[in-house]
């Protein structure tokens, strides 16, 4: 049942970093519009390696 246990630690280690992560960029005022994002998305999709990702701003 070692096994077990360390996999039960894993997950609760996983949950732990995880929910710190979201309080993390939920304290974060910046950010970038969802549409500016997809379209910087959509650009290296099509191949656009090099294009420059938009800019966080105060949102």
């Known amino acids: 049942m070692p096994n077990l246990a360390r996999q039960i630690d894993d997950e609760a280690a996983e949950s732990d970093a995880l929910k710190a992560a979201v ?5 974060d005022r910046r950010g970038v519009p969802h ?3 997809r379209e910087w998305l959509l650009r290296v999709a099509e191949g656009e390696f090099g294009a420059e990702p938009p800019e966080t701003r105060d949102l």
């Open 35 to 37: 549409e500016q994002m």
């Open 23 to 27: 309080a993390k960029a939920r304290a």
